[in-house]
């Protein structure tokens, strides 16, 4: 696995509360923030899953056609701060509506889209979402990212699969809530621990309408050990992830090496 120019690297995740279908309050939050954590030094920002309206199922193909403008904008503030940024947004193809999370590259290059493969049946996601079905890994001037999002933290298959493909780390918004957010603690190091990589989980926090979203944004260490977390306020947490900890962790316990996946039966 080839490792990125410098041997650290400053990440961070942005957690707010997202205000359901007000993108210009939302935008204006993250053009903000963005001036701070660059002036920390950060070069990997994770946001919240649907970060630019929320679940706002009232007219969500309209907060769709926002992204394309909303696209535009983050690839201006990449350019302009010198940072990787990772963030979910509605996307808008046909009739069907994705919850993508898009990877914006140092340059402002738009680098990788995922659409998020697991609905929350729960709260009936998959009647105002299309499915996706690509995992992503991609190239960054951050190193090589693998992308989840927010339910997909239950599926162990899918961050399985993104590690084997060559990810350093896994970015994942989410808008995970209070009442389970015991459950979003323990799966972010699990998955971290497990495929021994660093993992960048970026929840929301505050209202929405009946739900309250509840914080515990984390850095996880390839080692299972939470490197910087939010409380369940507004926060800005920043970590400095040392490629030479995954390493050496593979190295001490080579778990990839020591598979035996022609004896695992997983349909």
């Known amino acids: 696995m080839k490792p990125p120019p410098s041997s650290r690297l400053v990440a961070g995740c942005y957690q707010f509360r997202v205000h359901p279908g007000q993108v210009k309050k939302n935008?204006?939050?993250?053009?903000?923030?963005?001036?701070?954590?660059?002036?920390?030094?950060?070069?990997?920002l994770v946001l919240p899953e649907m970060w630019s309206?929320?679940?706002?199922?009232?007219?969500?193909?309209?907060?769709?056609?926002?992204?394309?403008?909303?696209?535009?904008?983050l690839q201006h503030w990449c350019r302009q701060h010198g940072l990787v940024l990772v963030g979910s947004l509605p996307e808008l193809v046909g009739d069907a509506v994705y919850n993508t999370s898009y990877v914006v590259d140092v340059g402002g290059e738009l680098v990788g889209a995922y659409r998020k493969i697991h609905l929350f049946s729960v709260t009936q996601e998959h009647r105002y979402f299309a499915r996706g079905s690509q995992p992503l890994v991609c190239q960054t001037q951050a190193g090589r990212l693998g992308v989840m999002t927010c339910y997909d933290l239950r599926f162990p298959e899918l961050a399985r699969r993104l590690a084997l493909d060559g990810a350093e780390m896994l970015c994942l918004g989410a808008l995970w809530p209070a009442t389970r957010v015991d459950h979003w603690s323990?799966?972010?190091?699990?998955?971290?621990?497990?495929?021994?990589?660093?993992?960048?989980?970026?929840?929301?926090?505050?209202?929405?309408?009946?739900?309250?979203?509840?914080?515990?944004?984390?850095?996880?260490?390839?080692?299972?050990?939470?490197?910087?977390?939010?409380?369940?306020?507004?926060?800005?947490?920043?970590?400095?992830?040392?490629?030479s900890d995954m390493s050496g962790f593979r190295a001490q316990i080579p778990c990839f090496e020591d598979r035996s996946p022609g004896v695992y039966q997983i349909h």
């Open 186 to 243: 323990l799966l972010l190091r699990a998955r971290a621990l497990e495929n021994q990589l660093f993992v960048l989980g970026c929840n929301g926090c505050g209202a929405e309408g009946k739900t309250i979203y509840g914080g515990q944004s984390a850095v996880v260490s390839p080692r299972g050990m939470v490197l910087a977390e939010a409380d369940g306020q507004e926060s800005r947490i920043l970590a400095t992830l040392d490629w």
């Open 27 to 44: 935008l204006r939050q993250v053009e903000m923030a963005l001036s701070w954590f660059a002036d920390q030094g950060c070069q990997l």
């Open 53 to 73: 309206c929320g679940f706002f199922y009232d007219d969500l193909p309209a907060m769709a056609r926002e992204t394309p403008t909303i696209l535009n904008d």
